[in-house]
C-alpha cells in the first residue's frame, strides 16, 4: 500500500498535482469534502468546522472550545482512516489532515506552493474586476487564515518544511513532471507498507474508533484516557484512569460504551 498526502495552498496546484498523480498510479483521490461525509455518521457536523474551508475565515473565540475541536478531530480521522482502509492505496488531497496520519511512517507527505506573485496573477485572472493589489491582499489574507487553522487544529506552523517529506514548487514546473519525480519516490521501500504498518493503521483505527466513542457518549465525555488498540485481537487498552476519582464507576461506565462496537473483543484497564 501507498499513501500519499497532498496540502494544498496553491488555488489550484494541489489538485494538478494530485490528479496527475492518480492517472500515473491509477490510485483514488480521497478529498476532505469525502472524509466529511463519511464522518458525517459520527455527527462531524456538529462541531460546526464542515461547513468552512480555509478560505472563508479564521477560527473565532468561540470555536475555540475544547470539545468541538476534539470531536472533530476524532471523527475526521476516524473517518479518514476507514476510507483509506477501504480503498488501499490513495492520494489525499486536503489541508492538514496529515498531521492526524502522523504515526504510520510510510505515508508520503507533501506540500505544494507557489510564490505570492504568481498565485495573485493566477486570482487576478480568475477575477478581473480586481486590482493586482487587491488580489495580492487576498492570498496573503487566506495564507493568514490557512496559518490561524493549522495553530487552532493541530498547534502548528503548517509552512515549516519539517512537517512534509517534499516541498513542490509549481512557479516553473508543471505538475505532470512533478507527478513523475514522485512516482520514483514512490519506488522506494521506505513509502511502500510492510505488514506492520498495515497492523499500525488498523491499531490506530480502533484505538481512534474508541476515543470517539467515548467522546460522543456523555457518560463518558469528559473522561481524560489514553487509549491503545490492537486490531488482531480486538483488544482495547484503557491508561490513566487512576486518575478519575470513581475508578469502579468509570470503568463500568467505558465498558457500557465499548462494548457496543464490533471490533472491541476485549477491554483491559492499565
Same mark, same amino acid.
Given at each position: 500500500?501507498?499513501?500519499?498526502?497532498?496540502?494544498?495552498?496553491?488555488?489550484?496546484?494541489?489538485?494538478?498535482?494530485?490528479?496527475?498523480?492518480?492517472?500515473?498510479?491509477?490510485?483514488?483521490?480521497?478529498?476532505?469534502?469525502?472524509?466529511?461525509?463519511?464522518?458525517?455518521?459520527?455527527?462531524?457536523?456538529?462541531?460546526?468546522?464542515?461547513?468552512?474551508?480555509?478560505?472563508?475565515?479564521?477560527?473565532?473565540?468561540? *470555536?475555540?472550545?475544547?470539545?468541538?475541536?476534539?470531536?472533530? @478531530? &476524532? !471523527?475526521?480521522?476516524?473517518? %479518514? #482512516?476507514?476510507?483509506?482502509?477501504?480503498?488501499?492505496?490513495?492520494?489525499?488531497?486536503?489541508?492538514?489532515?496529515?498531521?492526524?496520519?502522523?504515526?504510520?511512517?510510510?505515508?508520503?507527505?507533501?506540500?505544494?506552493?507557489?510564490?505570492?506573485?504568481?498565485?495573485?496573477?493566477?486570482?487576478?485572472?480568475?477575477?478581473?474586476?480586481?486590482?493586482?493589489?487587491?488580489?495580492?491582499?487576498?492570498?496573503?489574507?487566506?495564507?493568514?487564515?490557512?496559518?490561524?487553522?493549522?495553530?487552532?487544529?493541530?498547534?502548528?506552523?503548517?509552512?515549516?518544511?519539517?512537517?512534509?517529506?517534499?516541498?513542490?514548487?509549481?512557479?516553473?514546473?508543471?505538475?505532470?513532471?512533478?507527478?513523475?519525480?514522485?512516482?520514483?519516490?514512490?519506488?522506494?521501500?521506505?513509502?511502500?507498507?510492510? *505488514?506492520?504498518?498495515?497492523?499500525?493503521?488498523?491499531?490506530? @483505527? &480502533? !484505538?481512534?474508533?474508541?476515543? %470517539? #466513542?467515548?467522546?460522543?457518549?456523555?457518560?463518558?465525555?469528559?473522561?481524560?484516557?489514553?487509549?491503545?488498540?490492537?486490531?488482531?485481537?480486538?483488544?482495547?487498552?484503557?491508561?490513566?484512569?487512576?486518575?478519575?476519582?470513581?475508578?469502579?464507576?468509570?470503568?463500568?461506565?467505558?465498558?457500557?460504551?465499548?462494548?457496543?462496537?464490533?471490533?472491541?473483543?476485549?477491554?483491559?484497564?492499565?
Amino acid at each position: 500500500m501507498q499513501i500519499v498526502t497532498i496540502s494544498r495552498g496553491t488555488l489550484i496546484g494541489a489538485e494538478q498535482l494530485a490528479n496527475a498523480l492518480s492517472q500515473r498510479l491509477q490510485i483514488p483521490i480521497i478529498t476532505r469534502e469525502k472524509v466529511i461525509e463519511e464522518g458525517e455518521k459520527y455527527l462531524i457536523s456538529e462541531t460546526g468546522f464542515t461547513d468552512i474551508t480555509f478560505l472563508d475565515r479564521a477560527p473565532s473565540p468561540w *470555536e475555540r472550545q475544547y470539545y468541538k475541536r476534539k470531536h472533530y @478531530l &476524532l !471523527s475526521f480521522q476516524v473517518a %479518514l #482512516l476507514e476510507l483509506i482502509l477501504q480503498e488501499g492505496s490513495c492520494i489525499y488531497l486536503g489541508h492538514l489532515a496529515h498531521f492526524l496520519l502522523n504515526d504510520i511512517p510510510f505515508v508520503l507527505r507533501i506540500r505544494v506552493i507557489k510564490s505570492l506573485h504568481n498565485r495573485a496573477k493566477a486570482w487576478q485572472d480568475r477575477n478581473p474586476h480586481l486590482t493586482y493589489e487587491q488580489a495580492l491582499d487576498y492570498i496573503r489574507l487566506i495564507d493568514e487564515r490557512r496559518r490561524l487553522w493549522g495553530d487552532f487544529l493541530y498547534g502548528v506552523n503548517i509552512e515549516e518544511p519539517k512537517h512534509y517529506d517534499l516541498v513542490i514548487n509549481l512557479d516553473k514546473i508543471d505538475p505532470e513532471y512533478f507527478a513523475t519525480i514522485v512516482e520514483q519516490i514512490l519506488n522506494q521501500p521506505y513509502f511502500n507498507s510492510t *505488514e506492520e504498518n498495515i497492523k499500525q493503521l488498523n491499531n490506530l @483505527l &480502533l !484505538s481512534s474508533k474508541a476515543k %470517539l #466513542l467515548l467522546f460522543l457518549a456523555p457518560t463518558t465525555r469528559g473522561f481524560e484516557v489514553d487509549v491503545e488498540g490492537d486490531a488482531e485481537t480486538g483488544q482495547i487498552s484503557i491508561l490513566g484512569l487512576e486518575k478519575e476519582k470513581e475508578r469502579k464507576e468509570a470503568i463500568a461506565l467505558i465498558q457500557n460504551v465499548l462494548r457496543t462496537e464490533p471490533g472491541i473483543k476485549d477491554i483491559k484497564f492499565v
